[in-house]
């Protein structure tokens, strides 16, 4: 009976998936003039992730998980092209795999939505899903991803997580052989907060426990605007080997960007060992993109805006003393719609300076939107970078990457060049020694293998 079950939700995921990926093509060709139908085909997505979450609760509700009916034990690609050029990123090559084994994504615009990593001197490829899915693979051979089982499920128990799109894991960040991973929590009910928690990285079993978690939480149900749980922030990186940086979003409720006594809307250092925080940055929207260069100390962050407005934010000697970046008295954005209240629009002003209201400027704005995503560095000196686009709109520069250049005191852009590739890109990681690039790109559920050629 259980097999013939089975068999009933693979018929059901097939046609799902199938649908997702048909109307993702049409998508693709859509211009920026056709809003209706791009509109009809958001709504479509939409509704096939809601049936696809249906099976999903099902099967939750008996402690069993879709993903492991489509493949209990793996993560396979099949590799769709190999070794080719960039019109106008020179001395790389790429190579492109994809998957229909993850299911979940965290966007209307993405079939499926994961985070990736090196661990083993680079030798080896970490992948985590949206919803809480772990597997490895060697690098010399990507296409079969092994499963790790984990004990998530008993630390995350609320559905949401599992079931909704714009909730779930935010990063991962694996140091010293120990794995962090970032996601939206549930104190109580209809409040969340941001949790990181950490296990040691093992190939059969990750035993995770909570390693630090946000100050209280942000209600659902609050006056200064819709809830926002794509707006949450949670890169992680290394700041040395007794510290991390975290990201954390507003949630939409913007004033505690600007509140001090607030983790929210903050790069947040965090002790490994004792787990305490201290604010490194305050008055940030939602930063998705989170670079410290050891080196030449400094913080490069990226994050969203709101219509129009999203930022590259530098912070030279960071730990100087606690800079502010002007969310959400300060924008280059518009608010997204012209009705807010007068108590939101006292609130977020979203004024056309920085530095005349005593903020930092960032380094350069992107007016309209790229949909900003994780940025690389690409060399030694930290003066070139790779930032990622998602968004729709290739008209926009959204769906690929940009290749950003500072000048030799990292306190301006030199240059912008942008790099068509149609697809959303949501993380990237690139090898200690610059020359391999992993890139999730989830509007096809795929992996890109960047190479820097031998010049």
Known sequence: MKVKANIIYLVIIAFLISLLIIGHQINKKNSASKKNEIQNLIQQFKTRNNQLAKI?????????????????????FKKVFIDKKFDNFKNYSFTKYTTDDILF?????AVATAYIDFYNNDKNLFIATYDGIFAFANLNDIKKFQKI??????????????LNEQYGIKDIHIDDNRLYVSYIGEQKNNCHDLKIIAADLNEQFLNFKLFFKTQNCVDINNNHGYWAPQGAGGRIVNLDNSNLLFTT??????????????????ILKINIQSKNSEVVSLGHRNPQGLYY???????????????????????????????????????????????????????????????????????????????????ISL???????????????????????HYIKLNNERNK?????????NERVRDMIVSKDKKIIIIFLESTSSLMIVKKNNL
């Open 293 to 375: 260069s050891n080196k030449f100390d400094f913080i490069l962050s990226t994050e969203h805006g709101p219509k129009g407005g999203d930022e590259i934010n530098i912070n030279n000697n960071p730990f100087s003393k606690v800079k502010n970046f002007g969310w959400p008295i300060s924008s280059y954005g518009e608010h997204y719609a012209k009705n807010y209240s007068d108590k939101i629009l006292k609130e977020a002003p979203l004024n056309k300076s920085h530095k005349k209201f005593g903020f930092e400027e960032p380094i350069k704005y992107f007016d309209p939107s790229i949909g900003i995503s994780q940025t």
């Open 56 to 76: 999903q609760k099902k099967l939750f509700e008996n402690g069993e998980n879709i993903n492991d009916i489509v493949n209990k034990t793996e993560i396979n």
């Open 149 to 162: 089982n984990s004990n998530i499920n008993s630390l995350i128990k609320y559905e949401k997580f599992y």
């Open 413 to 421: 852009v030199i240059e912008d060049n942008y790099i068509l590739l």
């Open 249 to 266: 979003g507003d949630f939409r409720n913007r004033p505690l960007s600007q509140d001090v006594k607030s983790d929210y809307g903050k």
């Open 379 to 401: 060399n030694q000196s930290d003066t070139e970078f790779l930032v990622g686009a998602m968004g729709n709109e290739i008209i926009d520069q959204d769906l690929g990457l």
């Open 105 to 109: 994504n965290g966007n209307r615009g």
